[in-house]
């Protein structure tokens, strides 16, 4: 893959949330790099820089995301990975003391349900766990 950001270079600013972004995922220094430069680089800088979280070889994108995918619906509880999306979300524009209330009432809640009550019986009884799917 081939990446930039050609705002500069066509007399734009940073579009489409870039300005957010970027340096949420890779700092200020490194994003104004980008934006000021519009250069291009490939999948292993942007790998290096944060901008992306795995590089695979061409024509194996599809069949890495599905691989992953079903690791993680295999693994792990559905309404868990609703929550913490939700609480990554949230929290990237909270004060470090409020999320931290916020995830300490969430986790309280939490230790009460069925999902934890899977996880950790599976956990003793040395199987995979077996979440219920979201909805059901």
């Known amino acids: 893959a081939k990446f930039t950001t050609a705002f500069s270079q066509r007399g734009l600013i940073a579009e489409h949330a ?3 972004l970027l340096p949420r995922l890779i700092g200020p220094g490194r994003a104004l790099d980008l934006l000021w430069s519009a250069r291009k680089f ?6 290096e820089l944060g901008v992306v979280e795995r590089v695979v070889d061409t024509g194996e994108s599809v069949q890495a995301a599905q691989d992953y995918i079903s690791e993680l ?10 929550i913490m999306k939700a609480q990554l ?5 909270m004060e470090l003391g ?13 230790l009460t ?9 599976s956990f003793l009884e040395k199987r995979p766990p077996e979440f219920k799917r979201i909805g059901d």
């Open 18 to 20: 870039s300005s957010w």
């Open 42 to 47: 490939m999948g292993d800088e942007a790998y």
């Open 73 to 82: 619906a295999a693994v792990a509880s559905p309404t868990s990975y609703k």
């Open 89 to 93: 979300y949230l929290h990237l524009n």
């Open 98 to 110: 409020e999320a931290m209330k916020e995830s300490n009432e969430w986790m309280a809640h939490s």
């Open 113 to 121: 349900q069925n999902d934890f009550k899977e996880g950790v019986r």
